[in-house]
Protein backbone atom coordinates (compact mmCIF):
# COMPACT_ATOMS: atom_id res chain seq x y z
CA UNK A 1 0.00 0.00 0.00
CA UNK A 2 1.08 3.38 -0.61
CA UNK A 3 -0.41 7.03 -0.79
CA UNK A 4 -1.25 8.54 -4.08
CA UNK A 5 1.07 11.42 -2.77
CA UNK A 6 4.17 9.05 -2.22
CA UNK A 7 3.75 7.46 -5.62
CA UNK A 8 3.60 11.22 -7.48
CA UNK A 9 7.11 12.24 -5.99
CA UNK A 10 8.65 8.82 -6.88
CA UNK A 11 7.33 8.93 -10.08
CA UNK A 12 8.07 12.35 -10.74
CA UNK A 13 11.63 10.76 -11.42
CA UNK A 14 10.32 9.38 -14.57
CA UNK A 15 8.51 11.61 -15.87
CA UNK A 16 5.31 11.54 -14.37
CA UNK A 17 3.14 14.52 -13.54
CA UNK A 18 -0.11 14.64 -11.21
CA UNK A 19 -2.80 16.28 -13.76
CA UNK A 20 -5.86 16.20 -11.57
CA UNK A 21 -6.45 14.65 -8.01
CA UNK A 22 -10.84 14.77 -7.20
CA UNK A 23 -10.62 13.33 -4.34
CA UNK A 24 -7.08 14.46 -3.10
CA UNK A 25 -3.32 12.93 -2.61
CA UNK A 26 -3.87 11.00 0.33
CA UNK A 27 -5.91 8.23 -1.35
CA UNK A 28 -4.38 4.71 -0.51
CA UNK A 29 -3.46 2.44 -3.70
CA UNK A 30 -3.03 -1.18 -3.05
CA UNK A 31 -2.57 -2.53 -6.48
CA UNK A 32 -1.52 -2.36 -9.81
CA UNK A 33 -3.86 -3.21 -13.21
CA UNK A 34 -3.00 -3.07 -16.69
CA UNK A 35 -5.76 -2.11 -19.31
CA UNK A 36 -6.17 -4.35 -21.77
CA UNK A 37 -7.98 -2.40 -25.06
CA UNK A 38 -9.50 -5.91 -26.02
CA UNK A 39 -11.31 -6.95 -22.72
CA UNK A 40 -13.48 -5.49 -20.28
CA UNK A 41 -12.57 -2.86 -17.31
CA UNK A 42 -10.98 -4.89 -14.46
CA UNK A 43 -9.62 -2.49 -11.85
CA UNK A 44 -10.44 -2.34 -8.03
CA UNK A 45 -11.54 0.34 -6.43
CA UNK A 46 -7.99 1.28 -4.56
CA UNK A 47 -5.81 0.07 -7.65
CA UNK A 48 -3.36 1.91 -10.16
CA UNK A 49 -4.51 1.53 -13.72
CA UNK A 50 -2.20 1.58 -15.81
CA UNK A 51 -3.52 3.19 -19.27
CA UNK A 52 -2.37 1.39 -22.38
CA UNK A 53 -3.55 1.23 -25.33
CA UNK A 54 -5.13 4.64 -24.99
CA UNK A 55 -3.54 6.82 -27.78
CA UNK A 56 -6.06 9.51 -28.71
CA UNK A 57 -7.38 12.03 -25.77
CA UNK A 58 -10.76 10.41 -26.56
CA UNK A 59 -10.19 6.70 -25.23
CA UNK A 60 -8.20 7.81 -22.56
CA UNK A 61 -11.29 10.16 -21.14
CA UNK A 62 -13.65 6.63 -21.63
CA UNK A 63 -11.33 4.67 -19.88
CA UNK A 64 -11.00 7.28 -16.70
CA UNK A 65 -14.57 7.34 -17.27
CA UNK A 66 -15.51 4.06 -16.69
CA UNK A 67 -13.04 3.01 -14.42
CA UNK A 68 -13.24 2.35 -10.82
CA UNK A 69 -9.63 2.39 -10.50
CA UNK A 70 -8.41 5.10 -7.70
CA UNK A 71 -5.48 6.29 -10.32
CA UNK A 72 -4.90 6.10 -13.96
CA UNK A 73 -1.59 6.22 -15.49
CA UNK A 74 -1.46 8.42 -19.31
CA UNK A 75 1.09 8.11 -21.55
CA UNK A 76 1.09 12.39 -22.37
CA UNK A 77 2.37 15.96 -21.17
CA UNK A 78 0.46 18.54 -19.48
CA UNK A 79 -1.80 20.21 -19.98
CA UNK A 80 -4.83 17.33 -19.15
CA UNK A 81 -6.76 17.39 -22.24
CA UNK A 82 -10.41 19.24 -21.48
CA UNK A 83 -12.40 15.65 -22.07
CA UNK A 84 -9.98 13.78 -19.76
CA UNK A 85 -10.54 16.11 -17.16
CA UNK A 86 -13.85 15.67 -17.18
CA UNK A 87 -14.10 12.04 -17.62
CA UNK A 88 -12.19 12.35 -13.90
CA UNK A 89 -14.47 14.97 -12.45
CA UNK A 90 -17.08 12.16 -12.89
CA UNK A 91 -15.42 8.96 -12.03
CA UNK A 92 -13.43 10.14 -9.05
CA UNK A 93 -9.49 9.08 -10.78
CA UNK A 94 -6.74 10.91 -10.46
CA UNK A 95 -4.36 11.02 -13.33
CA UNK A 96 -1.20 11.11 -14.20
CA UNK A 97 0.91 11.82 -16.99
CA UNK A 98 3.78 10.10 -18.49
CA UNK A 99 5.96 11.04 -20.86
CA UNK A 100 5.58 9.47 -24.05
CA UNK A 101 9.45 8.43 -23.82
CA UNK A 102 9.00 6.32 -20.99
CA UNK A 103 8.09 2.76 -21.83
CA UNK A 104 5.16 1.26 -19.90
CA UNK A 105 7.52 -1.64 -18.71
CA UNK A 106 10.00 0.81 -16.74
CA UNK A 107 6.74 2.40 -15.32
CA UNK A 108 5.05 -0.87 -14.68
CA UNK A 109 8.41 -2.37 -12.96
CA UNK A 110 8.57 1.05 -10.65
CA UNK A 111 4.87 1.15 -9.63
CA UNK A 112 4.29 -2.43 -8.89
CA UNK A 113 7.57 -2.06 -6.84
CA UNK A 114 6.39 0.79 -5.00
CA UNK A 115 2.80 -0.17 -4.21
CA UNK A 116 2.56 -3.80 -4.11
CA UNK A 117 6.20 -3.67 -2.19
CA UNK A 118 4.62 -1.60 0.94
CA UNK A 119 1.68 -4.51 1.03
CA UNK A 120 0.99 -7.37 3.84
CA UNK A 121 2.33 -10.44 3.09
CA UNK A 122 -0.98 -12.86 2.93
CA UNK A 123 -1.68 -14.77 5.89
CA UNK A 124 0.21 -13.86 8.59
CA UNK A 125 1.70 -10.44 9.47
CA UNK A 126 2.48 -8.07 6.41
CA UNK A 127 5.45 -6.19 8.32
CA UNK A 128 8.16 -6.81 10.64
CA UNK A 129 6.73 -6.71 13.90
CA UNK A 130 4.40 -8.85 12.79
CA UNK A 131 6.57 -11.22 11.46
CA UNK A 132 8.74 -11.06 15.20
CA UNK A 133 5.53 -12.01 17.20
CA UNK A 134 4.85 -14.79 14.97
CA UNK A 135 9.17 -15.91 15.15
CA UNK A 136 8.32 -15.49 19.33
CA UNK A 137 5.10 -17.46 19.24
CA UNK A 138 7.13 -20.61 17.35
CA UNK A 139 10.25 -20.57 18.59
CA UNK A 140 9.45 -19.50 21.89
CA UNK A 141 11.37 -15.85 23.04
CA UNK A 142 11.27 -12.40 22.95
CA UNK A 143 12.52 -12.06 19.48
CA UNK A 144 14.30 -9.04 17.62
CA UNK A 145 14.89 -8.67 14.14
CA UNK A 146 18.26 -6.52 13.38
CA UNK A 147 20.26 -5.42 10.52
CA UNK A 148 23.86 -6.05 9.68
CA UNK A 149 25.00 -3.13 12.46
CA UNK A 150 22.82 -4.67 15.10
CA UNK A 151 20.31 -2.15 14.54
CA UNK A 152 16.95 -3.05 15.75
CA UNK A 153 14.86 -3.13 13.16
CA UNK A 154 11.28 -4.84 14.87
CA UNK A 155 11.03 -6.69 18.12
CA UNK A 156 8.22 -8.79 19.08
CA UNK A 157 5.31 -8.15 21.55
CA UNK A 158 6.69 -9.86 23.87
CA UNK A 159 9.53 -8.73 25.58
CA UNK A 160 9.12 -9.95 29.78
CA UNK A 161 11.83 -11.28 32.07
CA UNK A 162 14.68 -10.14 29.31
CA UNK A 163 18.03 -9.34 30.28
CA UNK A 164 19.64 -6.20 30.83
CA UNK A 165 21.38 -6.37 27.30
CA UNK A 166 17.71 -6.83 25.63
CA UNK A 167 16.39 -4.51 27.45
CA UNK A 168 19.41 -1.85 25.74
CA UNK A 169 18.60 -2.76 22.67
CA UNK A 170 15.64 -2.18 22.28
CA UNK A 171 15.27 1.53 24.53
CA UNK A 172 18.52 2.72 22.40
CA UNK A 173 17.36 0.87 19.13
CA UNK A 174 21.07 -0.96 19.29
CA UNK A 175 22.95 -4.08 20.56
CA UNK A 176 25.26 -2.09 23.22
CA UNK A 177 28.80 -1.84 22.62
CA UNK A 178 30.30 -4.16 25.19
CA UNK A 179 27.90 -6.89 23.80
CA UNK A 180 28.59 -6.39 20.40
CA UNK A 181 32.34 -7.04 21.58
CA UNK A 182 31.12 -10.18 23.45
CA UNK A 183 29.34 -11.62 20.41
CA UNK A 184 32.11 -10.90 18.17
CA UNK A 185 34.81 -12.54 20.58
CA UNK A 186 32.26 -15.84 20.47
CA UNK A 187 32.34 -15.96 16.82
CA UNK A 188 28.34 -15.36 16.42
CA UNK A 189 29.29 -12.66 13.69
CA UNK A 190 31.44 -14.63 11.42
CA UNK A 191 29.17 -17.48 11.78
CA UNK A 192 26.58 -15.07 10.60
CA UNK A 193 28.17 -14.03 7.83
CA UNK A 194 29.08 -17.35 6.56
CA UNK A 195 26.19 -19.99 6.54
CA UNK A 196 22.13 -19.64 7.04
CA UNK A 197 22.31 -22.24 10.31
CA UNK A 198 21.08 -21.00 12.96
CA UNK A 199 23.54 -20.92 16.18
CA UNK A 200 23.23 -21.15 20.08
CA UNK A 201 24.57 -18.11 21.66
CA UNK A 202 25.32 -19.61 25.49
CA UNK A 203 25.32 -16.83 28.07
CA UNK A 204 28.60 -14.94 27.91
CA UNK A 205 28.38 -12.52 30.51
CA UNK A 206 25.79 -11.58 33.59
CA UNK A 207 23.63 -9.03 31.28
CA UNK A 208 23.83 -11.24 28.12
CA UNK A 209 21.85 -14.37 28.48
CA UNK A 210 21.28 -17.55 25.93
CA UNK A 211 20.21 -16.98 22.55
CA UNK A 212 19.13 -18.31 18.98
CA UNK A 213 20.05 -16.78 16.05
CA UNK A 214 20.32 -16.97 12.19
CA UNK A 215 21.04 -14.69 9.60
CA UNK A 216 18.76 -13.21 7.37
CA UNK A 217 20.04 -13.72 4.17
CA UNK A 218 19.22 -12.77 0.13
CA UNK A 219 21.26 -14.76 -1.79
CA UNK A 220 24.90 -14.45 -0.34
CA UNK A 221 24.19 -11.04 0.75
CA UNK A 222 23.18 -10.83 4.54
CA UNK A 223 20.87 -8.45 5.31
CA UNK A 224 20.46 -8.99 8.94
CA UNK A 225 19.58 -11.61 11.60
CA UNK A 226 16.75 -12.73 13.77
CA UNK A 227 17.72 -12.92 17.43
CA UNK A 228 15.21 -14.66 19.96
CA UNK A 229 16.05 -15.02 23.65
CA UNK A 230 16.25 -18.45 25.01
CA UNK A 231 16.92 -20.87 28.17
CA UNK A 232 18.84 -23.77 25.99
CA UNK A 233 19.27 -24.97 22.01
CA UNK A 234 15.65 -26.78 22.30
CA UNK A 235 14.35 -29.17 20.01
CA UNK A 236 15.38 -29.23 16.11
CA UNK A 237 11.70 -28.21 15.76
CA UNK A 238 12.60 -24.52 17.15
CA UNK A 239 15.92 -24.04 14.96
CA UNK A 240 13.21 -25.02 11.56
CA UNK A 241 11.04 -22.43 12.58
CA UNK A 242 14.14 -19.69 13.29
CA UNK A 243 15.00 -20.46 9.79
CA UNK A 244 11.72 -20.29 7.96
CA UNK A 245 11.14 -16.89 9.91
CA UNK A 246 14.67 -15.79 8.69
CA UNK A 247 13.20 -16.59 4.93
CA UNK A 248 10.59 -14.77 5.66
CA UNK A 249 12.18 -11.49 6.90
CA UNK A 250 14.69 -11.57 3.93
CA UNK A 251 11.57 -11.03 1.71
CA UNK A 252 10.35 -7.80 3.60
CA UNK A 253 13.82 -6.68 3.89
CA UNK A 254 14.05 -6.64 -0.08
CA UNK A 255 11.00 -5.35 -0.29
CA UNK A 256 11.80 -2.34 1.93
CA UNK A 257 14.74 -1.80 -0.02
CA UNK A 258 13.23 -1.97 -3.24
CA UNK A 259 10.94 0.96 -2.19
CA UNK A 260 13.85 2.91 -0.35
CA UNK A 261 15.80 3.08 -3.41
CA UNK A 262 13.58 4.36 -5.49
CA UNK A 263 12.64 7.17 -3.26
CA UNK A 264 16.55 7.73 -2.41
CA UNK A 265 16.54 7.90 -6.27
CA UNK A 266 14.02 10.28 -6.97
CA UNK A 267 14.88 12.15 -3.97
CA UNK A 268 18.58 12.00 -5.20
CA UNK A 269 17.38 13.50 -8.98
CA UNK A 270 15.15 16.46 -7.52
CA UNK A 271 18.39 17.68 -5.15
CA UNK A 272 20.94 17.53 -8.15
CA UNK A 273 18.10 19.62 -10.04
CA UNK A 274 18.07 22.22 -7.28
CA UNK A 275 21.86 22.81 -8.48
CA UNK A 276 21.52 22.57 -11.91
CA UNK A 277 18.57 24.05 -12.48
CA UNK A 278 17.90 27.03 -10.81
CA UNK A 279 15.33 28.30 -12.76
CA UNK A 280 13.10 24.62 -11.54
CA UNK A 281 14.43 24.98 -7.74
CA UNK A 282 11.23 26.52 -6.11
CA UNK A 283 8.85 23.64 -7.94
CA UNK A 284 11.68 20.95 -6.96
CA UNK A 285 11.66 22.44 -3.52
CA UNK A 286 8.11 21.99 -2.96
CA UNK A 287 8.13 18.37 -3.85
CA UNK A 288 10.58 17.82 -1.29
CA UNK A 289 8.70 19.50 1.00
CA UNK A 290 11.35 22.16 1.72
CA UNK A 291 11.13 25.83 2.25
CA UNK A 292 11.69 28.16 -0.56
CA UNK A 293 14.52 29.90 1.73
CA UNK A 294 16.40 29.74 4.80
CA UNK A 295 18.46 26.62 3.40
CA UNK A 296 22.13 25.33 3.76
CA UNK A 297 23.81 22.65 1.58
CA UNK A 298 26.00 20.68 3.16
CA UNK A 299 29.08 18.52 1.82
CA UNK A 300 30.07 15.07 2.98
CA UNK A 301 32.63 12.87 2.61
CA UNK A 302 33.78 9.95 4.40
CA UNK A 303 36.58 7.23 4.65
CA UNK A 304 36.68 3.78 6.45
CA UNK A 305 39.21 1.32 6.60
CA UNK A 306 40.69 2.95 3.16
CA UNK A 307 37.60 3.09 1.44
CA UNK A 308 36.00 6.47 0.48
CA UNK A 309 33.62 5.17 -1.65
CA UNK A 310 31.69 2.35 0.64
CA UNK A 311 31.79 4.69 3.74
CA UNK A 312 30.63 7.85 2.04
CA UNK A 313 27.68 5.50 0.63
CA UNK A 314 26.95 4.21 3.89
CA UNK A 315 26.47 8.01 5.08
CA UNK A 316 24.01 8.73 1.81
CA UNK A 317 21.80 5.70 3.17
CA UNK A 318 21.69 6.75 6.91
CA UNK A 319 21.07 10.32 5.54
CA UNK A 320 18.70 9.03 3.45
CA UNK A 321 16.98 6.18 5.81
CA UNK A 322 13.24 6.94 6.57
CA UNK A 323 12.13 8.85 3.60
CA UNK A 324 9.86 11.47 3.91
CA UNK A 325 9.09 14.26 6.35
CA UNK A 326 10.29 12.50 8.70
CA UNK A 327 14.06 13.90 7.97
CA UNK A 328 15.29 17.74 8.43
CA UNK A 329 17.08 17.49 5.34
CA UNK A 330 16.99 15.95 1.21
CA UNK A 331 20.39 14.01 -0.42
CA UNK A 332 21.67 13.19 -3.34
CA UNK A 333 24.88 11.35 -3.76
CA UNK A 334 27.11 12.60 -6.57
CA UNK A 335 30.56 11.55 -7.24
CA UNK A 336 32.16 10.18 -3.51
CA UNK A 337 30.62 13.81 -2.04
CA UNK A 338 27.49 13.37 -0.17
CA UNK A 339 24.90 16.63 -0.43
CA UNK A 340 22.39 17.63 1.60
CA UNK A 341 20.22 20.62 1.44
CA UNK A 342 19.11 21.51 5.58
CA UNK A 343 16.62 24.00 6.30
CA UNK A 344 18.08 26.42 9.02
CA UNK A 345 17.88 29.72 8.24
CA UNK A 346 20.72 31.69 9.83
CA UNK A 347 21.69 29.20 12.16
CA UNK A 348 24.97 27.29 11.05
CA UNK A 349 24.23 25.32 14.54
CA UNK A 350 21.51 23.63 12.67
CA UNK A 351 23.46 22.25 9.98
CA UNK A 352 26.61 21.41 12.66
CA UNK A 353 23.95 19.27 14.30
CA UNK A 354 22.64 17.36 11.19
CA UNK A 355 26.75 16.16 10.61
CA UNK A 356 26.93 15.21 14.57
CA UNK A 357 23.98 12.76 13.97
CA UNK A 358 25.36 11.38 10.92
CA UNK A 359 28.99 10.89 12.86
CA UNK A 360 26.84 9.33 15.10
CA UNK A 361 25.29 6.19 13.34
CA UNK A 362 28.29 5.61 11.27
CA UNK A 363 30.72 3.16 12.20
CA UNK A 364 33.27 4.52 14.84
CA UNK A 365 36.31 4.16 12.59
CA UNK A 366 34.57 6.06 9.88
CA UNK A 367 35.97 9.73 9.16
CA UNK A 368 33.78 12.35 8.55
CA UNK A 369 34.86 15.58 6.43
CA UNK A 370 32.04 17.98 6.55
CA UNK A 371 31.88 21.59 4.51
CA UNK A 372 28.39 24.07 5.26
CA UNK A 373 27.47 26.48 2.99
CA UNK A 374 26.04 30.04 3.50
CA UNK A 375 22.22 30.40 4.03
CA UNK A 376 20.04 30.14 0.20
CA UNK A 377 16.98 30.86 -1.19
CA UNK A 378 15.97 28.70 -4.06
CA UNK A 379 17.93 30.62 -6.58
CA UNK A 380 21.09 30.24 -4.77
CA UNK A 381 21.93 27.09 -3.92
CA UNK A 382 23.91 26.35 -6.74
CA UNK A 383 26.19 29.00 -4.83
CA UNK A 384 25.35 27.14 -1.28
CA UNK A 385 26.69 23.88 -2.93
CA UNK A 386 30.40 25.78 -4.25
CA UNK A 387 30.59 27.06 -0.84
CA UNK A 388 29.69 23.72 0.70
CA UNK A 389 32.27 22.05 -1.73
CA UNK A 390 35.56 24.66 -1.05
CA UNK A 391 34.36 24.53 2.98
CA UNK A 392 34.72 20.72 2.55
CA UNK A 393 38.28 21.04 0.84
CA UNK A 394 39.25 23.22 3.82
CA UNK A 395 38.13 20.11 6.66
CA UNK A 396 40.16 18.37 8.53
CA UNK A 397 37.96 16.68 11.00
CA UNK A 398 35.57 19.24 11.98
CA UNK A 399 32.84 20.71 9.95
CA UNK A 400 33.68 24.02 8.41
CA UNK A 401 31.05 26.67 8.29
CA UNK A 402 31.23 29.15 5.11
CA UNK A 403 29.60 32.02 7.58
CA UNK A 404 32.46 31.60 10.03
CA UNK A 405 35.24 30.51 7.60
CA UNK A 406 34.11 33.04 4.42
CA UNK A 407 37.78 34.97 5.03
CA UNK A 408 40.00 31.54 4.18
CA UNK A 409 37.35 30.33 1.53
CA UNK A 410 38.29 33.47 -0.16
CA UNK A 411 42.24 33.27 0.09
CA UNK A 412 42.29 29.07 -1.05
CA UNK A 413 39.97 31.12 -4.25
CA UNK A 414 42.95 33.19 -4.53
CA UNK A 415 45.46 30.47 -4.19
CA UNK A 416 44.05 28.80 -6.77
CA UNK A 417 43.29 31.23 -9.04
CA UNK A 418 47.05 32.32 -8.44
CA UNK A 419 48.04 28.28 -9.40
CA UNK A 420 45.89 28.89 -12.54
CA UNK A 421 48.10 31.54 -13.61
CA UNK A 422 45.06 34.15 -13.52
CA UNK A 423 46.95 36.28 -10.53
CA UNK A 424 49.85 38.74 -11.14
CA UNK A 425 53.21 37.03 -10.96
CA UNK A 426 55.10 39.71 -10.09
CA UNK A 427 55.01 42.52 -7.75
CA UNK A 428 56.34 43.56 -4.56
CA UNK A 429 55.43 40.12 -2.55
CA UNK A 430 56.87 38.34 -5.67
CA UNK A 431 60.02 40.34 -5.68
CA UNK A 432 60.53 39.83 -1.46
CA UNK A 433 59.74 35.87 -1.64
CA UNK A 434 62.49 35.61 -4.59
CA UNK A 435 65.41 37.86 -2.62
CA UNK A 436 64.59 36.22 0.84
CA UNK A 437 65.00 32.22 -1.27
CA UNK A 438 68.30 33.52 -2.56
CA UNK A 439 69.64 35.23 0.05
CA UNK A 440 68.30 33.61 3.30
CA UNK A 441 66.69 37.00 4.03
CA UNK A 442 63.12 37.42 5.97
CA UNK A 443 61.97 40.93 4.06
CA UNK A 444 58.39 39.16 3.16
CA UNK A 445 57.73 37.81 7.00
CA UNK A 446 58.54 41.53 7.70
CA UNK A 447 56.26 43.53 5.18
CA UNK A 448 53.39 40.73 6.47
CA UNK A 449 54.10 41.09 10.25
CA UNK A 450 54.50 45.27 9.21
CA UNK A 451 51.07 45.00 7.68
CA UNK A 452 49.50 43.42 10.40
CA UNK A 453 49.97 45.92 12.46
CA UNK A 454 48.57 48.51 11.09
CA UNK A 455 51.95 49.99 10.39
CA UNK A 456 52.94 50.07 14.04
CA UNK A 457 57.04 49.24 14.32
CA UNK A 458 56.63 48.51 17.56
CA UNK A 459 54.00 45.91 17.85
CA UNK A 460 55.55 44.46 14.23
CA UNK A 461 58.67 44.46 16.10
CA UNK A 462 57.69 42.56 19.16
CA UNK A 463 55.92 39.58 16.95
CA UNK A 464 59.33 39.30 15.17
CA UNK A 465 61.02 39.11 18.51
CA UNK A 466 63.67 41.65 17.05
CA UNK A 467 64.41 45.27 18.16
CA UNK A 468 62.23 48.47 16.69
CA UNK A 469 65.10 49.43 14.90
CA UNK A 470 65.98 46.42 13.15
CA UNK A 471 63.03 45.93 11.62
CA UNK A 472 62.99 49.71 10.42
CA UNK A 473 66.37 48.96 9.17
CA UNK A 474 64.50 45.81 7.36
CA UNK A 475 62.12 48.13 5.74
CA UNK A 476 64.93 50.31 4.01
CA UNK A 477 66.28 47.52 2.60
CA UNK A 478 63.37 46.16 1.56
CA UNK A 479 62.82 49.73 -0.51
CA UNK A 480 66.29 48.82 -1.80
CA UNK A 481 65.01 45.58 -3.69
CA UNK A 482 61.36 46.46 -5.11
CA UNK A 483 59.31 49.24 -4.80
CA UNK A 484 56.94 49.72 -1.43
CA UNK A 485 54.35 52.33 -1.54
CA UNK A 486 53.86 51.58 2.08
CA UNK A 487 52.06 54.76 2.23
CA UNK A 488 49.32 53.55 -0.31
CA UNK A 489 45.78 52.29 1.61
CA UNK A 490 45.07 49.82 -1.65
CA UNK A 491 48.93 48.61 -2.24
CA UNK A 492 48.85 47.67 1.62
CA UNK A 493 45.78 45.74 0.77
CA UNK A 494 46.84 44.41 -2.05
CA UNK A 495 50.35 43.56 -0.64
CA UNK A 496 48.47 41.59 2.15
CA UNK A 497 46.33 39.42 0.02
CA UNK A 498 49.47 38.28 -2.28
CA UNK A 499 51.45 37.38 1.02
CA UNK A 500 48.31 35.46 2.54
CA UNK A 501 48.15 33.91 -0.68
CA UNK A 502 51.42 33.04 -1.23
CA UNK A 503 51.57 31.18 2.51
CA UNK A 504 48.37 29.23 1.40
CA UNK A 505 50.46 27.96 -2.03
CA UNK A 506 53.67 27.27 -0.20
Given at each position: MVALDRLVDVLGGVGTHLACAPRGRDVE???????DPAAPLAAAPDDLLLGLGTGTPSAAARLVAGTVAAAV??????????RVAAAARRSGAAVLLVDQEVPWSQIAHVAQTLVLGGQRAGGGGGDLFSLADAIAAVVGGPVTIEDQQSRVLAYSHRQQDVDQVRVETILGRRTPERARRALDEHGVFEHLARTDEPIFVPQLTEQLGPRLVAAVRAGRELLGSVWVEVDDRGPAVRWAALVDGARTAALHLLRARASADLERQAEADLVIGLFDVPAGAPAALARLGLPPTGLRVIAVRAHAGGSEHAATLLAFHRATAGFGWSRPGRSALFGNVLYTVVPCGDDGDTALEWVRSLVRVLPEEARVLAGIGGTADAAQLGESRREADECLALSTGEPVVY?????TVLLHRLAAAADGGRLPERGPVTDLLRHDAEHGTRYAETLG??????????????????????????????SAVTALALDDAEQRLAMQIALAVAARRS
Amino acid sequence: MVALDRLVDVLGGVGTHLACAPRGRDVELRGVTLHDPAAPLAAAPDDLLLGLGTGTPSAAARLVAGTVAAAVVLHGRPPLDERVAAAARRSGAAVLLVDQEVPWSQIAHVAQTLVLGGQRAGGGGGDLFSLADAIAAVVGGPVTIEDQQSRVLAYSHRQQDVDQVRVETILGRRTPERARRALDEHGVFEHLARTDEPIFVPQLTEQLGPRLVAAVRAGRELLGSVWVEVDDRGPAVRWAALVDGARTAALHLLRARASADLERQAEADLVIGLFDVPAGAPAALARLGLPPTGLRVIAVRAHAGGSEHAATLLAFHRATAGFGWSRPGRSALFGNVLYTVVPCGDDGDTALEWVRSLVRVLPEEARVLAGIGGTADAAQLGESRREADECLALSTGEPVVYDRSWSTVLLHRLAAAADGGRLPERGPVTDLLRHDAEHGTRYAETLGAWLAAGGDSREAARVLSVHPNTLRYRLQRMSAVTALALDDAEQRLAMQIALAVAARRS
